[in-house]
């Protein structure tokens, strides 16, 4: 069993000088044997860190380490039963394919045939057969980054790292190799873990998603899951492209319901559904953001309850849907998504609804979802 589990794990980087800084700050996080864990957020906020420390590259301040039942702390990098899968593949670029692969194996003294094995396993499951005798250089970037992967393959680790393996390759091949490490996680049954700032890696290859922000963990839990029922603001402003709609405002009640009046350029009233009313009832004192998602709009007529009105600032149609940036009358920017092709010039008055039965209110003050 390598399960991953991090308790209360810290890391502060040159402590007790004035550089010092505390880059993770006692995260707890339980990684399932076998698991596809993503960890995501933006630049700065201690993901390579946290990998580093599982990896040994980095030592642990505070807190525990496991890998299965051992304490990890104090053991060797190379005694973990880690490989790790960086950025820039770090290949040797004198050595051949197959001895890229071969090289840790060898320092391990693992005899020959067995290496041998191993490496041409690894070139069948990544397609690199042809290439085993080549030198790094004379290869595309992807097949580069493939031959990094089967370094780390040979070695049969219980837990994969990867360090965003991904970034520096084109679009159209990170689409393809994002769907093969999918693949090579199922035929492996590994444990992996897997650092990207890109959500869309996120959403597409986590069994679940670890969000991070400052050194902090915001949620865990499947990328459906975030998607749908994020925890906080921050986390629902970073999952989704293009991100949640924001409105903030309060919420004032009268004979005709519970409405969710946006402050802005002009106050602009959204009736609120029944669930929304109760939520909203009972948090009357705070300050609240209401967060709508761009496909969770429908155009509408002036006279609905729930009618934002608004002036078109771009439109692109992209086809099979089409995103419409608007500045609502309160002064609220937002981006709509709109199936098939919509036709708008810019300036254009349009009034869109959010489907309330799919929208959230936050704590504005403390980011948390009611
Ligand atoms: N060796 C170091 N000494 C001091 N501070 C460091 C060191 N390494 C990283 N940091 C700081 O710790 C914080 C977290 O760094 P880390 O590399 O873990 O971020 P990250 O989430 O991987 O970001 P990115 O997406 O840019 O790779 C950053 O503010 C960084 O400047
Ligand atoms: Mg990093």
Do not use: W
Request: glycine share 8%; charged share 25%.
């Amino acid at each position: 069993m390598s399960g991953v589990t991090l308790s209360n794990l810290s890391k502060t980087y040159n402590p007790g000088s004035k550089d010092s800084f505390h880059a993770v700050k006692g995260i707890d996080l339980e990684i399932r044997d076998k698991e596809f864990m993503v960890l995501v957020g933006p630049s700065g906020c201690g993901k390579s860190t946290t990998l580093r420390m599982i990896a040994g590259l980095e030592e642990v301040s505070s807190g525990d380490l496991r890998i299965g039942e051992r304490r990890m702390n104090d053991v060797l990098p190379k005694n973990r039963g880690i490989a790790m899968v960086f950025q820039n593949y770090a290949l040797y670029p004198h050595m051949s394919v197959a001895d890229n692969m071969a090289f840790g194996l060898k320092l391990r003294k693992t005899p020959k045939s067995e290496i041998q094995n191993r490496v041409q396993e690894a070139a069948d499951i990544l397609g690199l057969t042809e290439m085993l005798g080549r030198r790094p250089k004379a290869l595309s970037g992807g097949q580069r980054q493939r031959v990094a992967l089967g370094r780390a393959i040979v070695r049969k680790p219980d837990v994969f790292l990867f360090d965003e393996p991904l970034s520096n390759l084109d679009a159209k091949m990170r689409v393809q190799m994002r769907a093969e490490i999918a693949k090579l996680h199922a035929r492996l049954n590994a444990t992996m873990i897997y650092v990207t700032h890109d959500q869309t890696e996120a959403m597409t290859m986590g069994d679940r998603i670890c969000v991070m922000k400052d050194g902090k963990i915001m949620q865990v839990d499947e990328p459906i899951r975030i998607y749908q029922s994020p925890d906080n603001l921050f986390t629902a402003g970073f999952i989704g492209l293009p991100q949640m709609n924001f409105l903030k405002g309060v919420v004032e009640e009268d004979a005709t319901g519970v409405h969710f009046v946006i402050s802005g350029v002009q106050e602009l009233r959204v009736k609120l559904t029944d669930q929304l009313s109760g939520i909203a009832r009972s948090n009357r004192a705070v300050p609240l953001t209401l967060g709508i998602r761009p496909e969770h709009f429908a155009l509408c007529t002036e006279d609905d309850p729930a009618a934002i009105p608004a002036e078109v600032e771009v439109g692109e149609p992209l086809g099979a849907e089409s995103y419409i940036h608007l500045l609502s009358k309160s002064g609220d920017k937002l981006i709509v998504r709109l199936s098939g092709i919509i036709q708008s010039g810019v300036g254009q008055l349009l009034c869109v609804k959010p489907d309330l039965e799919n929208a959230h209110l936050f704590n504005s003050e403390t980011g948390q979802r009611l």
